[in-house]
């Protein structure tokens, strides 16, 4: 193992230790624990809309929330950028946007307007704020 990986591995066993110790589920363990929940929820119609346009290829593209950088993504052939309404702005493929929406027809600088399809099912949570490690190592 060179030294980079094994440099890597140390913050990745690092990471571990504090997710552990701070009690931190796994993105899987909160999938395990919240889905049979979630399969016995409501039924609700998705109605977002979010804005497309299409992504520069090799180009990096930070995604940031309200609380910082979530990720960062290089842009692919054949993937847009995707703004939600929150303002995130993050990269996804093409084929996954028209999947899951449809274009309502509305442009504005650029950037193309479309419409969530489909129903998603749910529950509510009112318990106290919980944090997981998502996919990307990110809490």
Known sequence: MSKLN????????DAKKVYESEGIKTQDEMKAEWLPK?????HYKKFVKVWSMPAEVGKKYETKT???????????????????????????PEATLLKRNFATGKEKNGWKEYQAKGEALGVEYTGEDMKFKASWAKI
Do not use: C
């Open 66 to 92: 309200s609380d910082g950088k979530e990720t960062e993504n290089t842009a692919k052939e054949g993937d847009v950028l995707i703004r939600n309404p929150g303002g995130e702005i993050y990269v996804q």
């Open 38 to 42: 979630i399969l016995k929820g409501k």
């Open 6 to 13: 094994e440099s890597i591995q140390e913050m990745l066993d």
